[in-house]
């Protein structure tokens, strides 16, 4: 009885995993396949002769290599920025006393509850009035500070005792001193978690930059497999499609695979110091 108990939970977590995981699967091997195995039905499901060939033509359909690098630029600038005004902004609502800070820090909070079509309109024209409209700086502009990013911060920075920064003041450490060397390696989770949030956040938007930018070579990854799309309804295209799809998700996999380790150490330390 028990083990038939641990074979059912088995296959209950093996079929938990495939599910997420096969999208993913597919799209490897649809990448791999040639124009005429994708018109096979039913459909195979490996590759009978796999090839690398439609990541190469990826490259070749449209400009995905400056696409890559213009969503590199524009996700891990528009990132940092987040971690360090949320820092900041964490740090003084959390730490200094003034009046209206309470109303200021849930305001910035309800924020996170507007629609992002109804921001749109008037973010455009703020940036538009600028002058920034089709530029990087543009595009990253609204996302330099992030109410999630603040309120994360606020409420770790909340839990550290205030008997740390006054001994640290004693000692003659400025406030700048305090928050990045005293502060900061305290909240290690939460700044690896906002940063993987973020990043995939900015990597993967879509609406944002397809309002403010009109050249192509500003496109960041996401409008360029937009128009790879365009491509799609021809079979001898699929696999291009699928294969710019699996380069574009490399990054934000990376990060989340390489920032978990980080985070899952960095809780397990605090676990044994605690």
């Known amino acids: 009885m028990k083990h038939a108990v641990r074979v059912a939970t088995a296959l209950a977590f093996a079929l938990v995993m495939l599910v997420p995981l096969f999208p993913l699967y597919w799209m490897v091997i649809s990448a791999l396949k040639g124009p005429e195995e994708l018109q096979k039905v039913p459909p195979t499901w490996f590759p009978a002769d796999p090839s690398l060939g439609a990541f190469g033509e990826v490259f070749q359909v449209i400009p995905f290599g400056d696409a890559f690098l213009n969503s590199v630029l524009i996700a891990g600038v528009s990132t940092l920025s987040v971690l360090v005004t949320s820092v900041m902004a964490g740090y003084v609502f959390a730490k200094y006393r003034f009046k209206g800070r309470d109303v200021l820090f849930w305001a910035v909070v309800a924020t996170m509850f507007l629609p992002p079509i109804v921001t749109l309109v008037p973010l455009y024209w703020l940036v538009s009035t600028m002058g920034l409209a089709d530029s990087y700086l543009g595009v990253m502009l609204p996302w330099l500070a992030n109410a999630f990013g603040i309120f994360l911060m606020r409420q770790f920075i909340s839990d550290v005792p205030d008997e740390l920064i006054d001994a640290a003041r004693i000692d003659g450490a400025s406030e700048a001193r305090i928050l990045w060397r005293v502060i900061t390696p305290l909240l290690r989770p939460a700044v690896v978690s906002l940063a993987i949030f973020a990043f995939v956040f900015y990597w993967n938007n879509f609406l944002w930059p397809l ?41 934000t996999m990376l990060v989340f695979l390489l920032a978990q380790r980080v985070f899952v150490r960095s809780v397990a330390r605090t676990g044994v110091k605690g």
């Open 211 to 251: 309002s403010i930018l009109q050249s192509d070579d500003k496109f960041p990854v996401v409008l360029a497999l937009s128009r790879l799309l365009s491509y799609s309804t021809s079979v001898r295209y699929q696999n291009v499609v699928m294969a710019g799809a699996l380069i574009a998700s490399v990054p």
